[in-house]
Nanobody, 121 residues
Framework: QVQLVESGGGLVQPGGSLRLSCAAS????????MGWYRQAPGQQRTLVAT???????NYADSVKGRFTISRDNAKNTVYLQMNSLKPEDTAVYYC???????????????WGQGTQVTVSS
């Protein structure tokens, strides 16, 4: 059993900052790429940022220069530092990870339950 648990969401004023965390737990042999996605009401889930196991990063154009993704491999945790937040960043943010449960298994894709981020004055 593998779980991804997000934390750090909340209500923030425009221009403010939040830091999201996502910790993976359970039967984990190795974690590959991890990432953050978001889904606003009535819209599809879209990529925010991803990070490989070696630290390579990729960002959506809408968050470049404002958001930073990072990970702590020793803690099986991925972070999303969000600065200069805008009302259009309001969404449920989901953590995603590719995880091998054993040395002989292939990678499987897992999602967290989501955390709400609301940017409003």
């Amino acid at each position: 059993q593998v779980q991804l648990v997000e934390s750090g969401g909340g209500l923030v004023q425009p221009g403010g900052s939040l830091r999201l965390s996502c910790a993976a737990s359970g039967n984990i042999f190795r974690i590959g790429a991890m990432g953050w996605y978001r889904q606003a009401p009535g819209q599809q889930r879209t990529l925010v940022a991803t990070i490989t196991s070696s630290g390579g990063t990729n960002y959506a154009d809408s968050v470049k220069g404002r958001f930073t993704i990072s990970r702590d491999n020793a803690k099986n945790t991925v972070y999303l530092q969000m600065n200069s937040l805008k009302p259009e960043d309001t969404a449920v943010y989901y953590c995603n990870a590719n995880i091998k449960r054993t040395s002989w298994s292939s990678y499987s894709n897992y999602w967290g339950q989501g955390t709400q981020v609301t940017v409003s004055s």
